[in-house]
């Protein structure tokens, strides 16, 4: 492909093709989700709550991969669908745990062939070596980032 006036292909950007890759698995995860009345983004905040609960806000959006205030609309969101609960902090009136109810976790056990359906969709298309590397250099990427960003803040 031709370079643009700048002389930069923005279809090879590792952000742009990452970007453009996210959009469509979670598009396609979403697909599967939608009789379940969750989005991609509250479900992976919901399933990090089921794997530990009494997590913090900061935590769940450390876990999550989210900003904290994505996760402070998310949370609220999954605290109307009656998903989660939360409970004051004893320590700080102004921080607050939270946790999974029943209803929280059946619709994660129940989705949970959903995520894993999207999953081995996207595996179809390479082999078990390409994927585990390529598993292996987005976690690298990602520890990378995480640095640059702590570092800059």
């Given amino acids: 492909m031709a370079d643009n006036a700048h002389g930069y292909d923005l279809d090879l950007s590792l952000g742009f093709i990452m970007g453009t890759t996210y959009r469509k698995m ?3 995860f979403q697909n599967g989700l939608k009789e379940y009345g969750i989005t991609p ?3 992976s905040v919901l399933y990090q709550i089921d794997k530990e609960e009494g997590l913090m806000q900061k935590e769940i959006a450390e876990r999550s991969g989210k900003d904290r205030p994505t996760t402070t609309r998310i949370l609220d ?3 109307d669908k009656g998903l989660i ?3 004051v902090g004893d320590n700080d009136r ?3 745990h939270v946790y999974i109810n029943d209803k929280g ?3 994660i056990r129940d989705t949970i062939p959903v995520e894993r359906m999207s999953a081995t969709e996207v595996k179809k298309c390479i082999s078990d070596d390409e994927y585990e590397s390529l598993m292996k250099l987005l ?3 990602n520890r990378h980032l995480d640095k640059i960003v702590v570092d800059r803040e």
């Fill in 105 to 107: 976790r059946s619709l």
């Fill in 26 to 28: 979670s598009a396609f």
């Fill in 41 to 43: 983004e509250q479900w």
């Fill in 85 to 87: 609960y939360k409970q």
């Fill in 94 to 96: 102004r921080s607050f």
């Fill in 139 to 141: 976690k690298i990427i």
């Fill in 77 to 79: 969101l999954l605290e």
